[in-house]
Each structure stands twice: as structure tokens, then as C-alpha cells.
């Protein structure tokens, strides 16, 4: 019976809302924040509230104002920072909570306040020691005191994956008639199951009086890693805003992550349900609030994780570099990623090794690439990571031999309250140029007075250092990545100087595309 409610919304959804939206409701601010050792201070707070103004965000929940003088400033002046999206507060169903919010919000050019209380028989025995009716009437006139404030109230029902349909229909049904302008129905625990979540929707739709004239939310937790799924359980049966968290960040096991909800949708648009997030901000907005929260995203996390779109056996590996739609179904352009990334194991194949020779300038025959392909083989298996470095040491090519570009002598200029200053000579086939630049550094200052002497559009895109060796003697390889018309090389050096390293790499770049 589930499956076919679920099946039969998602045909409704299909027919007859082709252009339906959906609301995205972030709230990485307050319920991600709430992370151990992800506090972020007002400013943080504020420039992560104009990111999420920039992905298109329809609703940012600030912070939950009466809890500290830190979370009532940062939600007055995010209100204050931010010019589109609705500004929400979070509440409990108290009076004094409510009075602290309205005035956090007085800046808001839209603004919404997000009051509730719990609505599980394990809530109302055991949090609030009370019973059904009582609790009812609580919802109730918080609603009603919250209206006397904004126009736009939320109301939650707290714990609302375990609270029984029929009283939770009851209670959905009483705040409406309130006021409330949103409900939002939170697996608080992550408890639910996707065809329970669903169901649940379903029967608030088909039983509630007035629905019409509020829009459902959802708020999932991942306890059981199915907030994602339910979330779409949710949209499948009704729901039309969703309550996420960048990277899925939040208590616990965290929330629906923002991003895995836009992507599904926008690959799945056969739902015809739309969103106004800008997708190809989502990469650039994850490794923002990864770093503000320090809080690493796990590799394998989907959409933004580092290995979502990087391949490692050979088979996916040659079907990728035939045509990426064979193990891909996203583009990642599509969330900010320049490209898939082709990783090099014991797994890959003679199609990724002939890749990565390319990108990184080096042609061979084909019973060249055989014998190199072996030897790549047995370093395989005795190397956990293979870099550009030990490719290149495979192949045996003397490259900067042949190099158009060579470097002829750097001098730099750097220490503490001190300008770095780099004077660079280069031999371009045989003729030498000079340059000196001043820079951030004498990494900096030596690669303008590079650029100085090339003359090239080009834009580094990444820049790796790694010790080889341990010891304040060791040797440092940099991996560099340049942009350059409209295509990405790659270039690496080792030396014993960083500074030289850096240098040189950025020199055996410019020499795969400077003929």
C-alpha cells in the first residue's frame, strides 16, 4: 500500500506539476552549528549567510536568538547583511523566546519566526510531562503569539517521525488555523523509514483541513543515514520545502545535505519539481564552510566529497575516458568541480596511464606504453599514492632537457617586515630574458616575474608541496596545475628549495603549451 501511494504521488507530481517548487530551507547556521567545535563568530556567520544568498537559498534560519547574546547579534546582523532570503529565528513555544526573536529580526527585510514544541508520546510523557490536549493548546497559542509579530510563522512538530499520524494531523491541522504559515514535520531522530516518511506526509495531506494553506516542511537526521531518502520521500508526497545543511552538517549523524537534494533533482527532472539554488556554487559554498566549521567532508560523500567523481579501476577508468556518461550522471561542472579526476592505483588500466602521459606532455608507441605500464604495475603495488612525479620517473623522459623554457637563475629577496622581492633570468631557446617582481611572499614574487617574461594569460589553479625526505634538508616536489586558453597542465619539480621547486614546476607547465 505504500509503495503504490508513493508511486502515485510521484505520477501526480510528474502530470500535473511539472513546474512545481520547491523551497530550500537552509539551516547550517543553527541546527549545523550546533556540531561540537563548529561555533563560528558573527562574521563567519554572516559571510556564510551571503553564500548561501549567492547559491539561492530561499530561507536562511539565523540562529536560535534566546539562547546567548552571541546567537541574538549574529542573527541581527545577518538580517542586516543579507537582502533576499527570509531571515527565520527559532523558537520554543515560550512567550520569552518568541518577545527575543521578533527583536533579533527587527532588521529583516523578510522574516520568519520558527516556533514549536515536541509531539511524541515520548516528548509530551517525558520532556514536558503533560498530556495530548495540553500540549495541543501550547502549539496553539505559541502559534497565535508568534502571529502578533510576523506574518510568516513556521511551527514545528518536534520528534514528528515517531508522533502518531492521527495526533499529529490534529495538531497540524489547530496551528494552521493559528496562522501558521509553514508546519514543519522533523525526523527528529532519524528514525523513520522512507516509506513511513512518506506515508506520514501523505495522510497529513489527505487528512488535515486547511493544508492548502500551509506549505509542508521536512527536517530529516541522518541517525540512520536515510535523511536524504526520506527527505525525497517527503517532496514525493507532498512536501514542498526542505530543511538541509550544507554538507549535511548537524546533530548527531547530522541533516539532508542541500546539495544531494539539488542534484537529485536536477538529475530526476522528470519530478518536475525545481529549486532556485545556482548548483555550480555548491562545490565553492562545501569547502567554505568545511574550513569556517573545520570540519572535514568525508571523501566519499556524495556530490562534494574529493572522490565523488574520481576513478580508480581500470574498467570505470576506460569507460570514463571513452565517454564519462558510463559511470558518471552528473557533469561536474554542473556543481562547481572543474573535471573528473582519473586516479592512478594498482586497479587502472593502460587507457589511464596514457591519459595521465598526456596531460602530462609525454607521447609514447604503444609497446613503449606496455613495458612502462608493467613497471607502473609493480610500483603499484608497493606504493599507496602514485604522483605525477613517479610517472615520470617511469617513463624515463629527459624532459627538461628538451624543454624550450629552462631556468637560468632565481634570486630572492624575503624575511619578516621585509617586501619579497625575485629576480628570474629564463632561456628561451637559447636567448635569455630578465625580469624582477615583487609579490605576497617569494613564491608570489617569483612567479610574476615569471609571467612578467612569458606574457601569457595563465592562472594557477593548484599548487601541492610534499616533503620526499624527512629533515630541514629534505627535498620538497611541487605539483602544480595552470590554466592556460581554456585548458589545464600540469607541471612538477623537486629540489631541495622549495622556493626553486615551485618555480620550475610552474616553468614545466608552460612548457607543455609554449611551443
Known sequence: MLRK???????????????????????????????????????????????????????????????????????????????????????????KDIDVAAEALRYARHKRIHTGIGTSECHIRYKFNSTPEEILERAVAATRYAKKYVEDVEFYCEDAGRTDNEYLARVVEAVIKAGATVVNIPDTTGYCLPSEFGEKINYLMEHVDGIDKAII????????????????????????????????????????????????????????????????????????????????????????????????????????????????????????????????????????????????????EQDKLDTVYQDFLKLADRKKDIGDDDILMLTGERRKAAHRIKLEYLQVTSGVGVLSVASVCLNIAGEKFEAAASGNGPVDAAIKAVKMIIHRQMTIQEFLIQAIDKGSD??????????????????????????????????????????
Open 217 to 364: 516542511s521536512t527536517h530529516c537526521h541522518n541517525d540512520l543515514g536515510m535523511a536524504t531518502a526520506n527527505t525525497m520521500a517527503g517532496i514525493a508526497n507532498g512536501a514542498r520545502q526542505v530543511e538541509v545543511t550544507i554538507n549535511g552538517i548537524g546533530e548527531r549523524a547530522g541533516n539532508t545535505s542541500l546539495e544531494e537534494v539539488a542534484m537529485i533533482l536536477k538529475c530526476h527532472k522528470y519530478l518536475g519539481i525545481e529549486t532556485h539554488i545556482n548548483t555550480r556554487k555548491i562545490y565553492s559554498t562545501s569547502r567554505m564552510v568545511s574550513s569556517l566549521m573545520n570540519m572535514p567532508v568525508q571523501p566519499n560523500k556524495a556530490i562534494v566529497g574529493r572522490n565523488a567523481f574520481a576513478h580508480s579501476s581500470g574498467i570505470h577508468q576506460d569507460g570514463v575516458l571513452k565517454n564519462v556518461q558510463t559511470y558518471e550522471i552528473m557533469d561536474p561542472k554542473d556543481v562547481g568541480i572543474d573535471d573528473s579526476s582519473i586516479v592512478l592505483t594498482a586497479r587502472s588500466g593502460r587507457a589511464a596511464l596514457k591519459h595521465r602521459l598526456h596531460m602530462l606532455g609525454v607521447e609514447m
Open 474 to 515: 629534505d627535498v620538497g616536489k611541487v605539483h602544480m596545475q595552470v590554466a592556460y586558453d581554456g585548458n589545464v597542465y600540469y607541471g612538477f619539480a623537486a629540489n631541495t628549495d622549495i622556493i626553486a621547486a615551485s618555480v620550475e614546476a610552474f616553468i614545466d607547465a608552460i612548457n607543455k603549451f609554449v611551443k
Open 5 to 95: 501511494v508513493f508511486f502515485l504521488n510521484r505520477k501526480i507530481l510528474k502530470e500535473e506539476y511539472r513546474m512545481d517548487r520547491l523551497f530550500i530551507f537552509d539551516t547550517t547556521l543553527r541546527d549545523g552549528e550546533q556540531v561540537p567545535g563548529c561555533q563560528l563568530n558573527t562574521v563567519e556567520k554572516i559571510q556564510v549567510a551571503k553564500a548561501l544568498e549567492s547559491l539561492g537559498v530561499d530561507i536562511i534560519e539565523a540562529g536560535f536568538p534566546v539562547s546567548s547574546p552571541g546567537d541574538f547579534n549574529s542573527v541581527v546582523e545577518i538580517s542586516k547583511a543579507v537582502t533576499w532570503p527570509v531571515i527565520c529565528a527559532l523558537t520554543r513555544g515560550v512567550e
